[in-house]
């Protein structure tokens, strides 16, 4: 009994080692305009919209799931768990769906409020790079466009139709980022019903850069292409890693903002979760994964209270 209880006991370490567990959880946010949110914690497959699993009850669920290009990689380090690497060429975007009119919460009416927030990681100092975009390439010149341009510095616009004219002017170089790198927090606000200011930079949870519109009403069409991560095409590609990526439809405050940063750590919304392999599983479903070839016939249940695993059960057969 002694020795089965050693055995047990070494197993129980081993598979609690395999489980990736997130440093840091968001706790205390209103999660219900969370439209689509990305932890890039697959190591395969599709990026997976998880605001739904997060708590929203607004997400645009996996309409908003990301098709990967070729050149896109995935399980690479990031700021928690894994982050995503694109190459800065034609086959390395992420089209999120294929609706054009979805993320129209963002450009199409004088009510419009919006967030989005994402970690980024890069030493490329080329040409302006879209982060995330809806407009750029097409002819309507509708949606919204953040990019990082070569001068570290990151620019947004709300895009009306005209002649890519903007609701709201770039960023200013009170804005500048490093491309040192080092994984930094990107925040951009958006509130048309303010008179001034109503586009906001935030670098590393601090307040870097306000801008306000033009004056000019939202359009109320439908974006240019469906939402892109990393450019269009050949166009404005990204090179570098992007990590935790949420975006809404009401702004975060100053506050949610520094409590996001999380004194340079990051906080990530899935807080009833495990990451194992890259994928997000639920805890209350989720099986206790032993390594090796040994297989068992009893079974033990164990309540990892102190890693916060929750109730598994440890299965042994006899090797025949």
Known sequence: MALRGIVFLVLLLISAASFAIPSSYATGFDLTELKAYYPFE????????????????NSLGTAADGQLESGVTQGQSGIIGNSYNFPGGSNGQ??????TSQF????????????????????????????IQNNVGTTSKVGIDISYRGNSVHNAGIFRGVLFTSVV????????LPADGNWHMVTVTYDH???????????????TAATTKDGAAPSTSNAGVAMELAGYGNLLTYSGNLDEMSIWSRVLSPTEITDLY???????FIDNSQV??????????????????????????????VLGIGLFVVTRKKEC
């Open 104 to 131: 129209n919460f963002m450009h199409d009416s004088t009510s419009i409020t919006s967030s989005v927030n994402f970690w980024q990681n890069t030493i490329s100092t080329g040409l302006s790079q879209a982060i």
């Open 262 to 268: 999380n004194n340079g750590a990051g906080l990530t």
């Open 169 to 176: 002017g770039p960023g200013s170089s009170g804005s500048a």
């Open 42 to 57: 697959e190591e395969s497959g599709d990026l997976i919209n998880e605001a739904a699993n997060a708590g929203s009850i």
């Open 193 to 207: 019903t303010l008179p001034t200011d109503n586009l906001k930079f935030y670098h590393d949870g601090v307040f």
């Open 276 to 305: 194992i392999g890259g994928e997000i599983i639920p805890i209350e479903s989720t099986s206790l994964i032993l390594a090796g070839s040994q297989s068992f016939s009893w079974m033990i249940p164990v309540v990892l209270s």
């Open 94 to 99: 992420i089209q999120l769906g294929t609706s």
